[in-house]
């Protein structure tokens, strides 16, 4: 029996008793209290159950691409590639070109150097005086950063000497990056730094002089030499066992001794040099001039050709290898055949040709024809030994449209597509059904029938489909809306080109060549078959703009034009024609409005509509905003501007980022809140918001930055919300009738996150006409929170209807994306004592100034998002369902239900059970009628 004592004091609770007594008792029945509340806390923590992702769902409804970007220099290793780009080391493996592993560093790499004595160690330079050293599985082994900026940088043993300004070279271990020595230098203008066997030559050129340096392996000056040459340098200089080569400004090909005289000799290929350095060894070097490249070596003062191809373009020599005791050299040679220019694509031949380095004669000889619209633009070689004793090599190229290819001697092994790590901008193509090519005549009637005929061959597919799920996509929508095409334009790549929801994959792709994509529009939508989409491309240097008509679904040119006026911006309007098809007007830097309209009642339509078309441009000259109307029409389609507002700011003023409202549904005009009141919303398409920060020169912590909200057709400036100490960068979202922002706070040194919602206090509910001239009395409510950390990118979920509540999609610094429910930014959320019984009734959420990030809700879970810059969303057939198209240097695609799928089933239903009660219940309904009908029978014959 558990007793109490002696009880002296009592406390009443609703369902017990709180009594007090002997103190050491108590005391003891705390401890055991508590230690009992320890073990329930540690069993419930562990089989609560959590919400999570099986690992056999990754890719269920999602695809993830990791890119790299522009390829910049190639290292080759037995079983991998390593490859830099802006800012990017990473390793592919050689059979795939799946990437093994990635690192992203905050400055661009300028340099990579790999040992030669050790492959496995790799030394990159990025931004000015940052190093960092890599073992071979993409481990850092460490990292430092010097005073000076790093000119150039050579291995020597197990030492890495560093170029800096005036001569001065550092000395670290490589082990662990301590400097070991620093030798000084006495104002010497030095830019190369190379190491041959113990020697080490540094390399300048200042007032028509070479300054030369050399350097024993202890890091002293052995000697120091200067060569009078009247001409600059253009290539870097090529050190051999006894002879110098470089390169002059007039493309003469030079050479010296080091070991003796230090005179220049002439080097005489019988052809202008046009391409530097491209690969040396012991004296052995190889120029390009206009139609071949020789590979040539300087051999007692003299020199001797080796080789001579034939090559018109890019050229790429392997590092000399040694096989059966003779040196072998692997030359990459490119030419371009105009004549098989057909059909938007060229062939290009590579030619693989294998040169012993003694004999000068080929030992293999293998040519590659690659078919692409784009032309090469970088190729890196490499020559093995196979393990039957012959010769094989290994070649990467990377296209002009940033296309990355790997290709050997039995033919091409992969392809990878690096321009998608630079898209300028995203749309979602809905897919035409089946029956739409045969709907542009006929009827209702024929619409019914094609309808169904739709639905059976849908079921005669489907028991097909389930069998082979990796069959090819088709170019026509499913049930549910989820099969579209993703539309993308890239720069650097001048590109356009279509990616599946489905798989990921390229389903075609046009490369502009020298005019880079500006803005595309899909003028006639995949409803109104066959879909048309207008391409307008520029080209800064030669000022003038093509614009192209395509086909979406293959990317097929129906037309293209070039014209003389430089494109700045473009609209398309919101009227179409009887045929679907939308106009669309470009703005050049004139400010003249060009008309593109496909049909004549297209181009009729604008016409009338002409007066109440405005646009409105930012002048960063002027440091203003200006809104501007249609005029008069100039010419046939083209039409003059005069500017109708002004919005001037002051010169610490900038503008930093603007948005506007998306074509989107709007399913309700109001909003209903607590005891059943209605909130007007305040719906105008031509809103804007502009946010500026105004600088300090005194003192960057006293900015501040304002929120605009303008009326771009009137130019009325409707409401402005100020943030003093606040700093960019600001990432806005618009939808509806509010605004979600995101800034920094430099005074509580904290993001913040803050939703603007407008309202009308007073609205005619009967009228059928809202002008923007009309003065509209507004009821402006906002909320801030203090945001975790800093974002990205900011985006909202959109639906076909518009009846689904919408989640804010917020783009991490991590590289994650998450999703966040409106009600948690609400700028309606009271505080916790003001919170209303009609409240928690409409479940308004109580204030809590601090935002929490829920991991539950990252949609992208562990695949981060390197350089993330922008979210896309768009609708699909089923209202609960958008897709969403996160972008930056990698690519991710998924599905969201901010409101759950409440119109499918979900996808793990367990369909076999309900077949199977379904065929239970049939069965036991038919035995017991039968039995019934049996029972009764037997009853009458009694």
Known sequence: KKQIGQVEQVFFRPDELIVSGNGERIKRMHQRWRGFSLLLTLITSIITPSLCLYKEDVGAIDWYKKQIGQVEQVFFRPDELIVSGNGVLASLHLRNGEISWRHTLDQKIRSVIQNLEHSDSILTISGENAIHFWNSKGGLVWDATTSQEILDATWRGKQILLLLPGGSVEVRSSTDGKVTKVLSGEQGHYSQIVSVGDRTFMFGVHNSQIEVRILNADSTIASDRTIDHTHALRSQFVVGSKDVVFQDETGALLAFNFLSTFNLNPINLNAQSLNPNLENTDGFSARQSLTEVTAFKIQDGKTVVLHRSESTNEVSVSPVSNHNGEDYVGFATVTHHEAKLHHGHLNSRVSMEIVNLKTGTVDRYTPIEISSESPLDKIFLHRFNKPDGSHGFHAVAMLKDLTFLMFSDVGMRWEREENLAYITQVEFLPLPAKISENLQDGGIFARIRHRF??????????????????????????????????????????????????????????????????????????????????????????????????????????????????????????????????????????????????????????????????????????????????????????????????????????????????????????RIVAERKVLQKYLNKNLISVATEKFNLKSSWENSVNIHLIDSITGKILTTLQHKNSNGPVHMVQVENWVAYHLWNSKSHSFEMTLVELHHSDLDWNSETYSSYDRAQLNVSRQSYTFPMGIRALGATQTLRGITHKNVLVGLESGQVMTLSRAWIDSRRPSLNEVTQAEREEGVIPYDPNLQIFPRNFINYYQLISDLRGIQVGTTSLESTSVVLAYGRDLFFTRVAPSNTFDILNSDFNYSALVLTSVTLLVVTLASRHIAAKRDLNRQWR
């Open 453 to 670: 005929s739709s639905q059976i061959s849908a079921l005669t597919n489907w028991v097909p489909s389930i069998s082979n799920s990796n069959s090819q996509v088709e170019n026509f929508k499913d049930v549910f809306g989820f099969r579209q095409f993703i539309l993308v334009s890239t720069f650097p790549g001048n590109s356009l080109q279509a990616i599946s929801t489905v798989t990921g994959k390229t389903i075609w792709k046009r490369y502009f060549g020298e005019f880079s994509p500006s803005q595309f529009f899909v003028t006639r939508p995949c409803s109104h078959f066959p879909p048309k989409l207008l391409a307008v491309t520029t080209n800064q240097i030669r000022k003038s703009t093509q614009i192209f008509w395509l086909n979406p679904l293959d990317g097929q040119i129906l037309e293209q034009h070039e014209f003389s006026w430089e494109f700045r911006h473009g609209v398309m309007t919101p009227d179409m024609d009887s045929h679907g098809n939308h106009a669309v007007a470009l703005i050049d830097f004139n400010l003249k409005v060009h008309v593109f309209a496909e049909t004549e009642e297209s181009r009729e339509i604008f016409a009338k509509k002409a007066k109440s078309f405005y646009f409105h441009v930012e002048d960063s000259r002027e440091n203003s905003l200006k809104g501007y109307a249609l005029q008069n029409q100039g010419s046939t389609d083209v039409y003059d501007s005069n500017l109708v507002w002004q919005i001037p700011f002051s010169s610490s003023e900038k503008i930093i980022a603007s948005t506007h409202s998306p074509k989107e549904q709007i399913n309700s005009a109001a």
